[in-house]
């Protein structure tokens, strides 16, 4: 059974980096993309950007350019998601999503248990 | 403002049917066939419903049901049940470059 694990809430302050990891077990690593999606307090949900670990480039929403990176390590099964410039709004619930395909296509069968990241002063 | 349109509550009692739309443009829902839709409960991570416009994943009840018209997707629960109560999601892919966009949600009520 896959499963992605994801690493524990972080307290940032505003200005800050944050890089948030995903640890998959049950499948083949590299074979799928991975996005991630964020989730604000009350809101909908936000698709950050993905990466195929097999080519290992990622693909980044305009909203987050310049300030997320997506990486991934296959030697330990792992994608992380780095964001800078940290400022209050981007206090979240932090999710990674398998895609069902080795393309981002949006469709997710597989979802991280979500970190929350607080930015607060 | 989410890229995709969806209606921000609808009800329906139990037993009943619902039926929840998503509208997009010809660049997302309209010019692909990779629309999925997600279940989401307070507090849990989104489950996926239905993908390829139709299709559902294994261990979904055939009570959920996919359909596209043009640029408008649209996911029917019927037979309604209380555990159906829930936020519904839909998600596009959009090209390559940027390939993923989400719905604003439609908070679904069993009354």
């Known amino acids: 059974q896959v499963q992605l694990v994801q690493s524990g809430a972080e307290v940032k302050k505003p200005g800050s980096s944050v890089k948030v990891s995903c640890k998959a077990s049950?499948?083949?690593?590299?074979?799928?993309?991975i996005s991630w999606v964020r989730q604000a307090p009350g809101q909908g949900l936000e698709w950050m950007g993905g990466i195929i670990p097999i080519f290992g480039t990622a693909n980044y929403a305009q909203k987050f350019q310049g300030r997320v990176t997506i990486t991934t390590d296959e030697s330990t099964s792992t994608a992380y998601m780095e964001l800078s410039s940290l400022r209050s709004e981007d206090t979240a619930v932090y999710y990674c999503?398998?895609?069902?395909?080795?393309?981002?296509?949006?469709?997710?069968?597989?979802w991280g248990q979500g970190t929350l990241v607080t930015v607060s002063s | 403002q989410s890229a995709l349109t969806q209606p921000r509550s609808v009800s329906g009692s139990p037993g009943q049917s619902v039926t929840i739309s998503c509208t997009g443009t010809?660049?997302?829902?309209?010019?692909?066939?990779?629309v999925s839709w997600y279940q989401q409960h307070p507090g849990k991570a989104p489950k996926l419903m239905i993908y390829?416009?139709?299709k559902r994943p294994s261990g979904v009840p055939d009570r959920f049901s996919g359909s596209k018209s043009g640029n408008t997707a649209s996911l029917t629960i019927s037979g309604l049940q209380a555990e159906d109560e829930a936020d519904y999601y839909c998600c596009s892919y959009a090209g390559s470059y940027t390939p993923v966009v989400f719905g604003g949600g439609t908070k679904l009520t069993v009354l």
């Open positions: 999503a398998r895609d069902c395909y080795d393309i981002l296509t949006g469709c997710f069968d597989y």
């Open positions: 390829d416009v139709s």
């Open positions: 049950g499948g083949t690593f590299s074979s799928y993309a």
């Open positions: 010809s660049s997302d829902v309209g010019g692909y066939n990779y």
